[in-house]
T-cell receptor, first 116, second 111 residues
Framework: DAGVIQSPRHEVTEMGQEVTLRCKPI?????LFWYRQTMMRGLELLIY????????DSGMPEDRFSAKMPNASFSTLKIQPSEPRDSAVYFC??????????????FGEGSRLTVL | DAKTTQPNSMESNEEEPVHLPCNHS???????IHWYRQLPSQGPEYVIH???SNVNNRMASLAIAEDRKSSTLILHRATLRDAAVYYC????????????FGTGTRLQVTL
């Protein structure tokens, strides 16, 4: 199994530009999570999907952030316009949710974003 | 969600056992205790979880206090590759609950 695949691994952009991060979950998993990690705030849950439907987006910082999951094998996290404070490592994780209970989360290697 | 408290950092010598404590005094009856770890420059990875009884797997053991208000992750023989941040997390069953990470314990392993 290839695991959770994220792209790009590294992105450097200028303030004001649009950033799109991509995630391919493990085949067969029905829940997908986006996390952000910074030194100051640690690991923060941004949003999670179950069966391609957003369940909780209360962690999304503001309207500049949006996430989609058009099908079971692909999700995007978009930041428009990007700001320097968005610089962080963004992790995607997936799992199989059954009967409302969430199993072990499998994380990708992360996308390191630097906004200048 | 019930909170957990962990020491910020711990040190261990290689080849020795490591006991990583976690306090969760407000745990509810339906909360599972999960442990994840994050190696440098990697995403978190699952280690072990349990509800009431002690648990063992190939990576570690989890010892849960009888009143469930604390637990201990045991690495039987620490290696340099075990140097990581270890997170103790409570997960409520029966709901599509979030996995909320705290600050964890940074484990240093020395020769």
């Amino acid at each position: 199994d290839a695991g959770v695949i994220q792209s790009p691994r590294h992105e450097v952009t200028e303030m004001g530009q649009e950033v799109t991060l991509r995630c391919k979950p493990i085949s067969g998993h029905n829940s997908l999570f986006w996390y952000r990690q910074t030194m100051m705030r640690g690991l923060e849950l941004l949003i999670y999907f179950n069966n391609n439907v957003p369940i909780d987006d209360s962690g999304m910082p503001e309207d500049r952030f949006s996430a989609k999951m058009p099908n079971a094998s692909f999700s995007t996290l978009k930041i428009q316009p990007s700001e320097p404070r968005d610089s962080a490592v963004y992790f995607c994780a997936s799992t199989l949710t059954s009967g409302g209970a969430i199993g072990e989360l499998f994380f990708g290697e992360g996308s390191r974003l630097t906004v200048l | 969600d019930a909170k957990t408290t962990q020491p910020n950092s711990m040190e261990s010598n290689e080849e020795e056992p490591v006991h990583l404590p976690c306090n969760h005094s407000t745990i509810s009856g339906t909360d599972y205790i999960h442990w994840y770890r994050q190696l440098p420059s990697q995403g978190p990875e699952y280690v072990i979880h349990g509800l009431t009884s002690n648990v063992n797997n190939r990576m570690a053991s989890l010892a849960i206090a009888e009143d469930r208000k604390s637990s201990t992750l045991i690495l039987h023989r620490a290696t340099l590759r075990d140097a990581a941040v270890y997170y103790c997390i409570l997960r409520r069953t029966g709901t599509a609950s979030k996995l909320t990470f705290g600050t964890g314990t940074r484990l240093q392993v020395t020769l």
